[in-house]
């Protein structure tokens, strides 16, 4: 993988796409994988899991770029690499930014009115451009 595939997602992320949907897509994008359910299949875990305050969005986006590489392609493969991938992006993510729940990283309930005042109010999504860099740098660094 590229080292330039945290700028991509940044860049995806300020062009409006949530945080799952752009690191998905630049790890999709620089293995040359083309489908049109890039980046729908990563909309519902934007925003921690749909606005649940769960997995940060960015994580998800990268355990889901692991997986087009180390995802197993039948019941009769071992998740083993993967799992050891994910774990590790995991880590490396809690270490550099000491969460990677949504609401422990911005500050925010974004399932709430409050929350999403909060976030825009206080310009949170540009921290979580910091977000979906790392987790886009982390999930290539893995591979």
Known sequence: MHKDVGIRARQLFEADYGCAESVLMAIA???GV???II???ATGFCGGMARTCGLCGAVSGAVMGLGL???RGSNKDSEDANY???RQVLAD???EFGSVNCRDLTGCDLGTEDGRRYFKDNKVRQR???FVEAAARLAAGAL
Do not use: H, R
């Open 29 to 31: 994008e620089d293995l």
């Open 128 to 130: 979580c451009a910091g």
């Open 84 to 86: 050891q991938l994910v």
């Open 39 to 41: 980046p729908k299949i």
């Open 34 to 36: 083309a489908s049109d």
């Open 69 to 71: 590489v180390t995802g």
């Open 93 to 95: 993510f809690n270490t």
